[in-house]
């Protein structure tokens, strides 16, 4: 004989134990919101760039410029506060999944008690005030009500409070690798000072210079209050961090060798030098690239995480593309000579945590010492490298070729840039190409938009932006194009020589001359020099941009220019 089976329980028990758990989940859920909102906050606090304590110590740097004590108290709080920031992130983080669950139980509860509410009238119900059958409908819209608010108050609350994020985020400035965000020389600010002069006797909107310990190509790269670049000799490599509103020279860190590590080379060529690649920071770390093909990954204090070693390239002009970020990785493209048959050449992923290896692409391609760039697709993300004979486009997350482009020649040294829906590719022997960035495999013949074939650059990187595109070739021509038609808008002699890439910062072009001459050109359809001044040193380096700011790495010197300084 079968025992009966559990009665169920009364729809009134069902609904009142909903109802109490679906209030019980609107608190929960209400609380979770405040606590984000609160965390939030103290998030923000903790952000070092203006925190007051540190604003006034490093006006006391400034006035004891050879103090000890000082930069060490600026780190020892920089990492209290590193560390509270830290925190907060992972409430913040642990704050949404709780707030996610909160809301989850709320639906189900209430989506229960609704279902078992009485569907008559209930005549005892005349007789008294409150009928306690009635009260889990009622609960459930209040409850309705209230999530209701809830989600109302996070779709409002939330995009509110992340649009303060960013603009928090961008008030500080970030340009965190060469030529800044996407690889373009286009600051995201216009602000910064138009005539600048760092000679002495003639000093213009100097905030100050600072001596670089060991000599560098590198450009300098920018994370809020920490300014990173490397310098090195045959047999010294070092990372720097420098203070970005004072010039201090936080940390100098030696690189330490790591596995595959390799000596030399010996000599290099001097136009390139041990330490030519700009590092690349996403703010908790730094990465740099060395001559004997050292990648190594420092924290923000200073402190080596790992170093793996890539070998010596085998080029004639030595190892000169910078290293980039791409989610979790870190990319770094190393052609080389062909040897005996030999595919050399390789785009390499690391993992930007540990240094290992993620992925290797071999490429049928001679030496080239342009920076890949990401750009963003109708088909996804890519990673769009030059190098002769081809322009390629990578799968950021596999290594796989997805496209490429026969269009190039020589020594490759220009960078590639995106914009207007185009990517530019150039080099000095092959016309700049507009080539649309869609398609699969060979798109030689069908995704060129134009070409150009007068005043190409061979070492400076193209500029494009406001619907233009700049070649500065080293001889110091200058050729401005319509970025859509490739037609010839204007041209200038500029009769200096350069290296450094051309920037873009609101509507000015800033260019400099490997003396030293920093020219500010108009952004426009004609050509107008708005301001010159000069770094009073020698430059081959690319500038860097923060909020009101412009950064120079002269042969000597860091120079940081601010309008107002003096």
């Given at each position: 004989?079968?025992?009966?089976?559990?009665?169920?329980?009364?729809?009134?028990?069902?609904?009142?134990?909903?109802?109490?758990?679906?209030?019980?989940?609107?608190?929960?859920?209400?609380?979770?919101?405040?606590?984000?909102?609160?965390?939030?906050?103290?998030?923000?606090?903790?952000?070092?760039?203006?925190?007051?304590?540190?604003?006034?110590?490093?006006?006391?740097?400034?006035?004891?410029?050879?103090?000890?004590?000082?930069?060490?108290?600026?780190?020892?709080?920089?990492?209290?506060?590193?560390?509270?920031?830290?925190?907060?992130?992972?409430?913040?983080?642990?704050?949404?999944?709780?707030?996610?669950?909160?809301?989850?139980?709320?639906?189900?509860?209430?989506?229960?008690?609704?279902?078992?509410?009485?569907?008559?009238?209930?005549?005892?119900?005349?007789?008294?005030?409150?009928?306690?059958?009635?009260?889990?409908?009622?609960?459930?819209?209040?409850?309705?009500?209230?999530?209701?608010?809830?989600?109302?108050?996070?779709?409002?609350?939330?995009?509110?409070?992340?649009?303060?994020?960013?603009?928090?985020?961008?008030?500080?400035?970030?340009?965190?690798?060469?030529?800044?965000?996407?690889?373009?020389?286009?600051?995201?600010?216009?602000?910064?000072?138009?005539?600048?002069?760092?000679?002495?006797?003639?000093?213009?909107?100097?905030?100050?210079?600072?001596?670089?310990?060991?000599?560098?190509?590198?450009?300098?790269?920018?994370?809020?209050?920490?300014?990173?670049?490397?310098?090195?000799?045959?047999?010294?490599?070092?990372?720097?961090?420098?203070?970005?509103?004072?010039?201090?020279?936080?940390?100098?860190?030696?690189?330490?060798?790591?596995?595959?590590?390799?000596?030399?080379?010996?000599?290099?060529?001097?136009?390139?030098?041990?330490?030519?690649?700009?590092?690349?920071?996403?703010?908790?770390?730094?990465?740099?690239?060395?001559?004997?093909?050292?990648?190594?990954?420092?924290?923000?204090?200073?402190?080596?995480?790992?170093?793996?070693?890539?070998?010596?390239?085998?080029?004639?002009?030595?190892?000169?593309?910078?290293?980039?970020?791409?989610?979790?990785?870190?990319?770094?493209?190393?052609?080389?000579?062909?040897?005996a048959g030999e595919t050399r050449s390789a785009l390499v992923a690391l993992s930007a945590a540990t240094g290992e290896v993620a992925w290797r692409t071999p490429r049928d391609v001679e030496s080239s010492w342009p920076t890949p760039i990401p750009i963003e697709t109708p088909d996804g993300?890519?990673?769009?490298?030059?190098?002769?004979?081809?322009?390629?486009?990578?799968?950021?997350?596999?290594?796989?070729?997805?496209?490429?482009?026969?269009?190039?020649?020589?020594?490759?040294?220009?960078?590639?840039?995106?914009?207007?829906?185009?990517?530019?590719?150039?080099?000095?022997?092959?016309?700049?190409?507009?080539?649309?960035?869609?398609?699969?495999?060979?798109?030689?013949?069908?995704?060129?938009?134009?070409?150009?074939?007068?005043?190409?650059?061979?070492?400076?990187?193209?500029?494009?932006?406001?619907?233009?595109?700049?070649?500065?070739?080293?001889?110091?021509?200058?050729?401005?194009?319509?970025?859509?038609?490739?037609?010839?808008?204007?041209?200038?002699?500029?009769?200096?020589?350069?290296?450094?890439?051309?920037?873009?910062?609101?509507?000015?072009?800033?260019?400099?001359?490997?003396?030293?001459?920093?020219?500010?050109?108009?952004?426009?359809?004609?050509?107008?020099?708005?301001?010159?001044?000069?770094?009073?040193?020698?430059?081959?380096?690319?500038?860097?941009?923060?909020?009101?700011?412009?950064?120079?790495?002269?042969?000597?010197?860091?120079?940081?220019?601010?309008?107002?300084?003096?």
């Amino acid at each position: 004989m079968t025992a009966p089976a559990a009665a169920p329980a009364p729809p009134r028990v069902r609904r009142q134990a909903a109802a109490g758990v679906a209030a019980v989940a609107l608190c929960f859920a209400l609380f979770a919101v405040a606590e984000t909102v609160l965390t939030w906050r103290e998030r923000e606090e903790t952000r070092a760039i203006d925190h007051p304590y540190l604003v006034a110590r490093r006006a006391d740097l400034a006035r004891e410029p050879g103090s000890t004590a000082i930069p060490a108290e600026i780190r020892r709080e920089e990492q209290a506060l590193r560390a509270r920031f830290l925190v907060a992130e992972r409430r913040l983080a642990a704050g949404g999944w709780l707030l996610l669950a909160g809301v989850g139980v709320f639906a189900a509860a209430a989506k229960i008690a609704l279902a078992a509410r009485p569907r008559g009238p209930v005549p005892a119900a005349r007789d008294f005030g409150w009928d306690p059958d009635r009260a889990p409908s009622f609960l459930g819209r209040a409850s309705l009500a209230g999530i209701a608010a809830l989600l109302a108050g996070t779709a409002v609350g939330l995009p509110l409070l992340r649009e303060r994020s960013d603009a928090v985020e961008s008030a500080r400035g970030t340009w965190a690798r060469f030529r800044g965000a996407g690889g373009l020389g286009i600051s995201p600010y216009s602000d910064a000072p138009l005539a600048v002069d760092a000679r002495e006797g003639e000093e213009r909107n100097l905030r100050w210079k600072a001596v670089t310990p060991l000599p560098g190509l590198s450009s300098p790269v920018v994370w809020n209050e920490r300014v990173f670049l490397t310098g090195a000799t045959a047999s010294t490599r070092e990372v720097y961090c420098y203070d970005a509103l004072t010039g201090a020279l936080l940390w100098r860190r030696p690189v330490g060798a790591g596995p595959a590590s390799a000596t030399g080379p010996e000599s290099v060529w001097e136009e390139t030098g041990y330490a030519a690649p700009t590092p690349v920071t996403d703010g908790a770390h730094v990465w740099a690239l060395f001559a004997n093909g050292d990648v190594v990954c420092l924290d923000v204090f200073g402190q080596q995480r790992w170093c793996r070693g890539l070998g010596v390239p085998e080029n004639l002009y030595g190892l000169a593309a910078s290293p980039i970020l791409s989610g979790e990785l870190l990319i770094v493209q190393i052609d080389q000579e062909w040897g005996a048959g030999e595919t050399r050449s390789a785009l390499v992923a690391l993992s930007a945590a540990t240094g290992e290896v993620a992925w290797r692409t071999p490429r049928d391609v001679e030496s080239s010492w342009p920076t890949p760039i990401p750009i963003e697709t109708p088909d996804g993300p890519r990673i769009l490298t030059c190098a002769n004979p081809f322009a390629i486009a990578y799968d950021p997350a596999s290594g796989r070729e997805v496209w490429r482009a026969d269009c190039l020649e020589g020594d490759g040294g220009p960078s590639p840039v995106f914009a207007g829906g185009l990517v530019f590719v150039v080099n000095a022997g092959s016309p700049l190409t507009a080539l649309r960035p869609d398609g699969e495999g060979d798109v030689t013949d069908s995704h060129v938009a134009w070409r150009w074939e007068e005043g190409l650059p061979d070492v400076c990187s193209p500029l494009a932006g406001e619907g233009l595109v700049w070649l500065l070739a080293s001889d110091g021509h200058l050729t401005c194009l319509d970025d859509a038609t490739g037609a010839r808008v204007w041209e200038h002699d500029l009769e200096r020589s350069f290296y450094s890439s051309p920037a873009l910062a609101g509507d000015r072009v800033y260019a400099i001359s490997r003396k030293g001459e920093i020219l500010v050109i108009a952004a426009a359809r004609e050509y107008r020099e708005l301001a010159r001044g000069h770094l009073g040193e020698e430059c081959d380096t690319s500038p860097a941009f923060a909020e009101k700011r412009l950064y120079v790495r002269g042969r000597r010197h860091l120079f940081c220019f601010q309008e107002g300084a003096r």
